[in-house]
Nanobody
Framework: QVQLVESGGGLVQAGGSLRLSCAAS????????MGWFRQAPGEERVFVAG????????RYADSVKGRFTISTDNAKNTVYLQMNSLEVEDTAVYYC????????????????WGQGTQVTVSS
């Protein structure tokens, strides 16, 4: 059974940093894309960043470029999202997801999802 378990969310002041983790289990994810999405209250779930689990290619939403960094630890089957210079607008539930396709920004192309972790940025 595939499981994606996020952790690392919390409350932080604007300008601060957080690192999210996503521990993946239940299958090998070589060849998969691992993505981070976020959903703010009343809004759609949107793409934040993605990485090829084995190749390392990355893709970012324009809103987080230069501030967020996605990475993997293949030995631990874990994906990270380092978030720096956080803004109030980054407040959302952050989800980890896995897809067999190239780094897509479309949530419908991700077949596995975690339960989400709340990130709240205060002013």
């Amino acid at each position: 059974q595939v499981q994606l378990v996020e952790s690392g969310g919390g409350l932080v002041q604007a300008g601060g940093s957080l690192r999210l983790s996503c521990a993946a289990s239940g299958r090998t994810f070589n060849g998969y894309t691992m993505g981070w999405f976020r959903q703010a209250p009343g809004e759609e779930r949107v793409f934040v960043a993605g990485i090829q689990f084995s190749g390392g290619n990355t893709r970012y939403a324009d809103s987080v470029k230069g501030r967020f960094t996605i990475s993997t630890d293949n030995a631990k089957n874990t994906v990270y999202l380092q978030m720096n210079s956080l803004e109030v607008e980054d407040t959302a539930v952050y989800y980890c997801a896995a897809s067999r396709l190239w780094i897509s920004v479309a949530s419908k192309e991700y077949e596995y999802w975690g339960q989400g972790t709340q990130v709240t940025v205060s002013s």
